[in-house]
């Protein structure tokens, strides 16, 4: 990992540095699905993103990331006939924040792959109560935290020299845990996994 970092830090390097570039704003916003490990028991998560940054000869952007997914699921049970009763309640929204970068080797094709790298700070609130068949138990603490690593591959379609449209399929490595109680006991989520995802892309 710390090689990877240092490879993307000396891209942008160079291409900030070597001859003549043009850089200009850029923003995207998608939403889809994600299928994380702890949660694989679960319905898809629900995943959205906003990007904003610079991209520099239309070919090579960086900037912040802001991330939020969330999850709830409760389970019911009949009892008394027609009467019903919650017998487990799950709720999980997490909120990476992160730095990007994304290589658009052939921008001017109307249809065209971006690869995109992205890494920062992640935090989760994540409660359960009750008890059922898939074995999750109560966290010591509702509150999570941890490093977030994304990477993935976006098709665009251009709708113009500065917007495009585009579909998605990027994996998250986040490994989550909570603070150390006074016991030294802590708990851990493994929120890695797949992601669909659909948006949209302006440069400014």
Not at 56 to 74: C, E, V
Not at 104 to 132: E, Q, R, W
Request: glycine fraction near 10%; charge should be negative; charged fraction near 15%.
């Amino acid at each position: 990992m710390n090689y990877l970092g240092r490879a993307l830090v000396c891209l942008v390097g160079i291409a900030c540095f070597a001859g003549p570039t043009s850089a200009e704003g850029l923003f995207s916003a998608k939403i889809g699905f994600a299928w994380p490990e702890a949660l694989a028991s679960s319905a898809p998560s629900g995943d959205a993103e906003l990007a904003y940054g610079n991209i520099i000869d239309r070919k090579l952007g960086y900037g912040m990331a802001a991330d939020f997914l969330w999850n709830t699921q409760s389970t019911t049970a009949s009892v008394a006939g027609d009467h019903f009763k919650t017998v487990s309640d799950q709720q999980a929204y997490m909120f990476p924040v992160m730095f990007f970068v994304q290589l658009d080797p052939m921008p001017d094709l109307m249809v065209h792959p971006v690869a995109h790298f992205d890494i920062g700070y992640n935090s989760m609130i994540f409660s359960y109560t009750g008890t059922d068949s898939t074995g999750t138990k109560t966290p010591l603490s509702p509150y999570f935290n941890g490093l977030i690593v994304k990477f993935g591959i976006d098709g665009l379609y251009n709708m113009g020299e500065r917007s495009a449209l585009y579909i998605g399929m990027e994996y998250q490595w986040a490994n989550m845990s909570t603070v150390s109680n006074s016991q030294g006991l802590f708990d851990k989520r493994d929120m890695s996994g797949l992601g669909l995802s659909a948006g949209f892309r302006v440069e400014m």
